[in-house]
């Protein structure tokens, strides 16, 4: 069965940065959508980014493009979420997905949205982000 591990959260300061982890086992992932999520207390779910596992292709949220990075190592079956310029506002528990489809947006041929999170079939459990001012 899918099983999504994240890892690389913590506390850092305003301005600093971080790298989350999310590594994938369970499957071979060719096809899959691969996604970045956070909860900040109090609120709901907020897409962060996606990739397509196969192809590369990637898509984020305005309020985060220019300071996150998602990448990819298909070898290590691991996904990667690099935050750069952190903000208090970044504090969050950060969740990765995966959906064995990949939209048309990446590259696939399934015409749906990948900033839904109900798009995703798998969850990992996350990992706390805790910016400091």
């Known amino acids: 069965q899918v099983q999504l591990v994240e890892s690389g959260g913590g506390l850092v300061q305003a301005g600093g940065f971080l790298r989350l982890s999310c590594a994938a086992s369970?499957?071979?992932?060719?096809?899959?959508?691969m996604g970045w999520f956070r909860q900040a207390e109090g609120k709901g779910r907020e897409f962060i980014a996606a990739?397509?596992?196969?192809?590369?292709?990637?898509c984020y949220t305005d309020s985060v493009k220019g300071r996150v990075t998602i990448s990819r190592d298909n070898a290590k079956n691991t996904v990667y979420l690099q935050m750069n310029s952190l903000e208090f506002e970044d504090t969050a528990v950060y969740y990765c997905?995966?959906?064995?489809?990949?939209?048309?947006?990446?590259?696939?041929?399934?015409?749906?949205?990948?900033?839904?999170?109900?798009?995703?079939?798998?969850w990992g459990q996350g990992t706390q982000v805790t910016v400091s001012s």
């Open positions: 997905a995966a959906d064995r489809r990949t939209p048309i947006r990446l590259g696939g041929s399934y015409n749906y949205d990948p900033s839904r999170g109900d798009e995703y079939a798998y």
């Open positions: 990739i397509s596992w196969s192809i590369g292709s990637t």
């Open positions: 369970g499957r071979t992932f060719s096809g899959y959508t």
